[in-house]
């Protein structure tokens, strides 16, 4: 009705002349149409005509490109500061989340977003299917959006290890080894998952590239062929239309379904933005592989999943946890050839909605049977809290940065051999780091050192400390004075430079 | 089919209805894409508004260890260096001197000749490199030898009892100090 008020007041009148003067405005847009066609591009894309009209059910799809576009640019900036490796992942996501401006805030939107748009792909997915939208010659549309489906999971498990915190890893430890339980095959594909048997940094390279660059890849092209299809088959319109042969009254897709359309990415992305501000999402402590106490639990919408997955031990296994989601997966996926009958209304459909319903109630219980049983089970529950409490403290950290491998090299060379960590000391007074770097790094002025031990032995490098060679000498290296024991000591921190 | 292409014609017939939607949609559109870029752009522009890879404060030591000096002494520093997510802790040489007001002055150790380690001569009462014998005076200015300019001074201040310094490495065998890292 507020929408009736609004097209009153947008009828015609004199507040509707371009602000750009007409004729300039055709001048230029003639100019670019006549090398883009975006004219012809826009009609089409704008009258798209809707049976029935506008309505704020069909807002689902385009929410779902909306979120997607905000997925992938908030995480195009993630990646200014992000380094996926397992030595370095938890510290730079760290680094966002506590140093840079708006860090957490942009991490937040985008954590916060895989769940917005796994919400919205089931909000889509039961439209569609309420609706009988995939009735009448729209089996690969159907099709498309089960791919899509399939890569939005993919993008929530394989970023859901990128931060590389606790949780991260326990996870993906538990989701890697689901694979593992297919017969013959499951332990390679485990093992392709991870980059090796166990979890490590090659498992984190890879998922960084299936997050960032394959898996978005693919969902480009699935979404061109998916939006591609659904024109080719045009909108479905109402339960009571004809999925074929439209025959109630069209409205053009632009402007009303534009409006709604964009009126929900805005309450979407005010939604999304009130989180991120009042609840940063959350990093844990760094991973620690040896922590055999922690609690793997999974990110909410997997949680059915992880409950489900409990009640197949052993030889059951496999059938539990890749027979039975696999039928269930092929019947979702051909329900438009199952499913022939025109009739679109829900009530007249029985057998389809009561299963839809089924299994949605079951997700729904296996996830409060899950919560139900972390709850109940006294030493779980305060693991849990634990773990809850840890990630707590962790956030209220100041941010520490990373000692540097050659800070590292040669604390650790302190701890070694005492002689060699008084070499060290040798080596920085008499400005050797000056010409070889810290810690025998090398600089354009003078050679590496690390790795001299190999070419050669404590005598030759002290008699070459005393009296360089000809081409040390051309270099500019100078002739070393120093007592034996400097000389043992700093002979000895050059060869345990490695 | 036939319902589609009538409404097409008729949604042509209101032109300036949907051209005045169309500047108010791109108008709002606008104005929230700006909103939500004010993040993006901060997030962005954050190793510009901040010092990302800056070199901290390095103790020398208590200012009543340097009070009474009247010959530079040598002290060894822990300089700490950041480098956005990541630091580098290293051991560098220095030497502390007292300028004629009273103030301190810390010379790196480094000749600007070829970066050999400068030491003091307390018997010729200058410092002297021993790579190829430049020489300078205790407050650094050179005295002789191949070195282009003299002994390079640090920042330094005293901040509570204790004296810091920033270290720096300067490019060698140029006549101008210039840091270099």
Same mark, same amino acid.
């Given at each position: ?53 506008? +309505? ?199 402007? +009303? ?83 022939? +009958?025109?009739? +679109? ?154 | ?59 020398? &030591? ?82 002789? &030898? ?34 270099? &890292?």
């Amino acid at each position: 009705m507020i929408w009736k008020g609004y097209t009153e007041i947008m009828s015609d009148s004199p507040r509707d002349r371009p602000i750009v003067p007409r004729a300039r405005r055709t001048a230029l847009f003639g100019w670019f149409d006549r090398r883009t066609g975006l004219d012809s591009v826009l009609r089409k894309a704008l009258d798209e005509p809707i049976p029935g009209g506008a +309505r704020f059910a069909y807002v689902f799809g385009s929410a779902l490109l909306f979120i997607f576009i905000s997925q992938v640019i908030t995480g195009i900036f993630l990646a200014l500061y992000y380094v996926p490796s397992a030595d370095h992942a938890h510290t730079t996501v760290a680094y966002i989340t506590k140093e840079v401006t708006s860090g957490s805030f942009l991490r937040s939107i985008h954590a916060y977003g895989s769940s917005a748009m796994v919400i919205l792909l089931l909000l889509h997915v039961t439209q569609t299917f309420l609706y009988g939208s995939y009735k009448g010659r729209r089996e690969l549309l159907w099709l498309s959006g089960c791919v899509l489906f399939a890569l939005v999971l993919c993008m929530a498990f394989t970023g859901y290890l990128l931060p590389w915190d606790q949780k991260a890893y326990f996870a993906t430890a538990v989701g890697t080894n689901i694979p593992g339980e297919v017969p013959l095959i499951g332990p390679w594909i485990k093992s392709l998952m991870r980059g090796g048997v166990e979890m490590g940094t090659l498992t984190l390279s890879r998922f960084f590239v299936a997050h960032v660059l394959m898996i978005p890849a693919a969902i480009f092209g699935f979404i061109a062929l998916h939006v591609y299809l659904f024109r080719m088959a045009g909108s479905a319109g109402p339960i009571d239309e004809d999925p074929v042969s439209p025959t109630q009254p069209s409205e053009p897709f632009y402007p +009303r379904q534009v409006v709604i359309d964009a009126l929900f990415a805005l309450a979407i992305i005010i939604v999304l933005g009130l989180f991120a501000h009042f609840m940063p999402f959350e990093l844990g402590p760094k991973a620690n592989p040896a922590d055999t106490r922690y609690l793997p639990r999974p990110e909410w919408y997997y949680i059915p999943v992880f409950q489900w997955l409990k009640y197949w031990p052993g030889s059951l296994a496999f059938l539990g946890v890749v027979v039975i989601p696999g039928v269930v997966a092929f019947l979702f996926a051909s329900l438009p050839f199952l499913d022939r +009958r025109m009739e +679109r209304r829900p009530w007249k459909r029985p057998v389809a909605v009561g299963t839809y319903v089924f299994i949605f109630l079951a997700l729904f219980g296996l996830g409060a049977v899950s919560y139900r049983d972390d709850h109940n089970n006294p030493g779980y529950a305060a693991q849990l809290i634990a773990q809850q409490k840890a990630a707590e403290e962790f956030m209220h950290q100041p941010f520490e940065p990373e000692l540097s491998q050659a800070s590292l090299a040669s604390a650790n060379s302190a701890l070694a051999d005492p002689i060699a960590a008084r070499g060290e000391k040798v080596y920085q007074a008499q400005s050797c780091n000056a010409c070889h770097g810290d810690g025998g790094s090398g600089t354009p002025a003078a050679p590496k050192l690390i790795g001299i031990h190999a070419r050669f032995s404590a005598d030759q490098l002290t008699a070459l400390l005393r009296s360089p060679s000809a081409k040390m000498t051309a270099g500019g290296m100078s002739p070393l004075e120093l007592s034996a024991d400097d000389m043992a000591a700093l002979v000895a921190y050059l060869r345990s430079l490695k | 089919m036939s319902g589609r292409e009538i409404n097409i014609s008729a949604s042509q017939s209101e032109p300036s209805r949907r051209s005045y939607v169309g500047w108010l949609m791109g108008l709002c559109s606008a104005g929230v894409g700006a909103a939500l870029s004010v993040p993006l752009i901060r997030f962005a522009l954050y190793p510009l508004t901040t010092n990302t890879t800056e070199t901290k404060w390095s103790d020398v &030591g208590p200012v009543s260890d340097f009070g009474a000096i009247t010959t530079p002494v040598q002290r060894s520093v822990t300089v700490e260096q950041l480098d956005g997510w990541r630091k580098t802790i290293s051991e560098k040489v220095v030497y502390v001197t007292k300028e004629a007001t009273g103030r301190f002055r810390v010379l790196s150790a480094i000749c600007p000749h070829l970066g050999c380690s400068v030491q003091w001569a307390g018997s010729k009462h200058q410092f002297v490199c021993p790579c190829h014998g430049a020489s300078f005076e205790t407050d650094g200015t050179r005295t002789g &030898g191949p070195a282009p300019r003299g002994m390079d001074s640090l920042e330094s201040t005293v901040q509570g009892d204790r004296l810091v310094v920033r270290y720096h490495y300067f490019r060698q065998l140029v006549p101008e100090k210039e840091i270099i &890292g």
